[in-house]
Every structure is written in C-alpha cells, then in structure tokens.
C-alpha cells in the first residue's frame, strides 16, 4: 500500500549525492542512464504513469491508485524534490538528456536518520519489464543504500508478485513470506563510504 513512508517529507534540502547517478546497458544493449529524480522530471514521470497497467500499479502500491491521482501535480510535485537525507529516488531513463528522453523506471529508498537500514520500492514500466531494467535499478538502490551506511536493505512484496520477489532472491535477499499476502525482501550490507 501506499504509505507516507514513501513520500517526500518536504522539498528537497540537501543536494543528491553525484554517486547515484550511472550508465547502465541492457543485456539487449540498450544505453540507460541511473540519476537521481529532479524537479525537471515531472512531466516525464506523468508519463510514466500514463502507461502503467493496472497491476504494475497494483503490485507497486498494494491497491489500485487511479491514473488522475497519480498524476495530480501536487503529488508529482513533492515525488520530484526529496530530502536526499531521508530518501532517494532513482529513476531510470532512456536518450538521456534528449528531447526524448524517457522513464523506464522510478525507485526509492526510505530511511529513518540514525536507523542503520533503509526500505526500497520500485516499479518498471510494462514494456520494460522482464528486460533487466529493474535489476539494474535494484542494484543501484542497493548502492545507495551502502553509501548512506546502511547495513540492511529491506522491500515489501506481494506474494503475487513473482517476478519481483525472483529478482530479489538473485540479488541475494532471503524472502520472508507473512500471513497477510505480503513477502519481505531482506538484504544484508556491507556499508561503503559515506559520501561527502
């Protein structure tokens, strides 16, 4: 479900670390580029919405949200500023800096200051999914996650919610199945350095 756990606290504060943002290829060889959410982003994040599915939707935020409140400028508003203190968000983009360019994908990472663990959510475009742009983006959350200290990574699934949870259990995470239709995806880190 979708919970202020997720959501921006306030406009951004403290500028994104430069590490976060990095080339990628697909196994297809398709170029992307990993960046940090800007404020610039926001009618591209629209878009992005715009060709969710229902069930991308759905396994994203654990209900069905619909298209018009996703793409209400005030929310898109606070998605596109984060406090890079408490939060990161990640997008995937394709013809980087083109009149194109385009969101494949958007991720976040939460965490509490002074907690050594952070939670990720993510979700892939339709017509990305299942070509390796969400192992892309979960690695680099995974990153992120060291370079801000974290020790432990964590997502909420749905059990439905296989591929997902397929992804996970590849990049190492043990899945913890709960009664109530929900898997939690654990991942141990070794902290990096803390950027500058």
């Given amino acids: 479900m979708e919970t202020s756990r997720f959501e921006p606290l306030e406009p951004a504060t403290v500028e994104p670390p430069g590490e976060l ?9 398709t170029a992307l580029l990993v960046r940090p959410i800007r404020p610039e982003d926001e009618p ?3 878009r992005f919405h715009a060709g969710l599915s229902d069930r991308s939707v759905y396994q994203r935020y654990f209900r069905p949200i619909p298209l018009a409140q996703r793409v209400r400028h005030t929310r898109l508003s606070r998605l596109c500023f984060a406090d ?8 995937v983009v394709r013809g980087a800096g083109g009149p194109d360019e385009e969101i494949l994908a958007v991720g976040r990472l939460h965490r509490d200051p002074g907690r050594p663990e952070a ?7 339709d017509a990305w ?3 390796g742009v969400g192992a892309v983006l979960l690695a680099r ?8 200290g974290c020790t432990r990574l964590l997502g909420t699934l749905l059990a439905e919610n296989l591929p ?11 899945l913890h199945f709960g009664s109530g239709g929900e898997v939690t995806a654990e ?3 070794a902290p990096g350095p803390r950027p500058a």
Wanted: aromatic share 6%; with cysteine; proline share 4%.
């Fill in 21 to 29: 943002s990095g080339a990628a290829t697909l196994p297809d060889g």
């Fill in 44 to 46: 591209r994040l629209a």
């Fill in 84 to 91: 890079f203190r408490t939060e990161i968000p990640l997008v």
């Fill in 119 to 125: 939670e990720f959510a993510l979700v892939v475009a």
């Fill in 129 to 131: 999914q299942r070509r």
């Fill in 141 to 148: 959350l995974e990153e992120a996650a060291r370079l801000a």
């Fill in 164 to 174: 997902m949870q397929r992804l996970c259990h590849r990049r190492g995470f043990a």
């Fill in 187 to 189: 991942l141990a880190l």
